[in-house]
């Protein structure tokens, strides 16, 4: 199941990569869109709990 997260203050590539390295380091299934502002999260409810907490760990709001 596919679930998105809405990110409010993703605003460049830089911050696209810091995130994406992040989220590398867990096993969660994840894409970034810069042009939306999101992340896609590939999997079930903790996947998407994980994401959520590495995505607000990293300074990011979530919306």
Request: net charge negative; glycine share 4%; with cysteine.
């Given at each position: 199941?596919?679930?998105?997260?809405?990110?409010?203050?993703?605003?460049?590539?830089?911050?696209?990569?810091t995130l994406?390295?992040?989220l590398?380091?867990?096993?969660?299934?994840?894409?970034?869109?810069?042009?939306?502002?999101?992340?896609i999260?590939?999997?079930n409810?903790?996947?998407v709990?994980?994401?959520?907490?590495?995505?607000?760990?990293?300074g990011?709001?979530?919306?």
């Amino acid at each position: 199941m596919k679930n998105i997260i809405l990110v409010k203050n993703l605003n460049d590539n830089d911050q696209v990569e810091t995130l994406r390295k992040a989220l590398s380091e867990t096993r969660v299934d994840f894409d970034i869109n810069l042009d939306k502002k999101c992340v896609i999260v590939e999997g079930n409810s903790d996947m998407v709990a994980i994401a959520r907490k590495v995505v607000s760990d990293h300074g990011f709001m979530i919306i």
